[in-house]
Antibody
Framework: EVQLVESGGGLVQPGGSLRLSCTASGFTVSSNYMSWVRQAPGKGLEWVSVIYSGGSTYYADSVKGRFTISRDNSKNTLYLQMNSLRAEDTAVYYC???????????WGQGTTVTVSS | SYELTQSLSVSVALGQTARITCGGNNIGSKNVHWYQQKPGQAPVLVIYRDSNRPSGIPERFSGSNSGNTATLTITRAQAGDEADYYCQVWDSNTAVFGGGTKLTVL
């Protein structure tokens, strides 16, 4: 079964750091592009970052310089290192991938990040 | 940066046709993807590349894209179609989502 499972969310103080993980099963994380998408409480979807199969990475302006996307092919896992966290980073974070169809056709269940003192 | 505009809400009577639009500058030149999200759940891809349905998505879902508007059409709307719908494109290696449209089935 093709699946993504996120972990690593939690409560963190402003200015703190957190690393999210997204483990894939049924396909390899390096086979196509993988993204992080977040959703603040009661708000819409906001794209955060992407890593392509070749390793190129891109970020939303709102997180550039603070977040880093990476992957470990040996663990078949995608990561999002989040530094200098702000209250406005509070959201459910989803990892998503292009697996078979164009677009993001595989999504994880999401992990919640709360930035608060 | 590229922007996508969606109506906040659309209402449709049970069994009728709902049309959800997504506006963007020359969006017809881009590939548009549509996602359905129900409360407490992850998004689900319902239309990819303007008008294609992934396996498992009912034929009642269709899409079109031309000029400055992309449209998701849901025929014979059912109670289970009630959800938030988001359009999405790629622009210069960044993914852009519309603000989302809440579909209410009356």
């Amino acid at each position: 079964e093709v699946q993504l499972v996120e972990s690593g969310g939690g409560l963190v103080q402003p200015g703190g750091s957190l690393r999210l993980s997204c483990t894939a099963s049924g396909f390899t994380v390096s086979s196509n592009y993988m993204s992080w998408v977040r959703q603040a409480p009661g708000k819409g979807l906001e794209w955060v970052s992407v890593i392509y199969s070749g390793g190129s990475t891109y970020y939303a302006d709102s997180v550039k310089g603070r977040f880093t996307i990476s992957r470990d092919n040996s663990k078949n896992t995608l990561y999002l290192q989040m530094n200098s966290l702000r209250a406005e980073d509070t959201a459910v974070y989803y990892c998503a991938s292009k697996y078979w169809y164009d677009g993001m056709d595989v999504w994880g269940q999401g992990t919640t990040v709360t930035v608060s003192s | 940066s590229y922007e996508l505009t969606q109506s906040l809400s659309v209402s449709v009577a049970l069994g009728q046709t709902a049309r959800i639009t997504c506006g963007g500058n020359n969006i017809g030149s881009k590939n548009v993807h549509w996602y359905q999200q129900k409360p407490g759940q992850a998004p689900v891809l319902v239309i990819y590349r303007d008008s294609n349905r992934p396996s498992g998505i009912p034929e009642r879902f269709s899409g079109s894209n031309s000029g400055n508007t992309a449209t998701l059409t849901i025929t014979r709307a059912q109670a289970g179609d009630e959800a938030d719908y988001y359009c999405q494109v790629w622009d210069s290696n960044t993914a852009v989502f519309g603000g989302g449209t809440k579909l209410t089935v009356l």
